[in-house]
């Protein structure tokens, strides 16, 4: 095999990986408006905004800030 043979052998495989990925996403089922943190109802803005979301925005924000931080400090 040369160069060109390998190249085009890791497009196909980049390619295959980034079908998948959108195939993954095309089967997410949109969001039933319920937090899944606390069982609150999820903001209609924002499942207008995201209607795959899964928590409302309070606790997404809490979720943000701990992966922020398990980000600057390790896991804990």
């Not at 925005?57 to 600057?72: G, I, N, P, S, V």
Request: hydrophobic share 40%; net charge negative.
């Amino acid at each position: 095999m040369d160069e060109i043979d390998l190249a085009a052998e890791r497009i196909e495989v980049l390619n295959a990986a980034a079908i998948q990925a959108v195939l993954g996403r095309a089967e997410r089922v949109p969001s039933d408006g319920t937090c899944k943190a606390c069982g609150e109802d999820i903001e209609a803005e924002r499942l207008r905004a995201n209607p795959y979301a899964k928590n409302c925005r309070d606790c997404a924000d809490e979720a943000e800030a701990q992966a922020k931080m398990a980000r600057r400090c390790g896991p804990r």
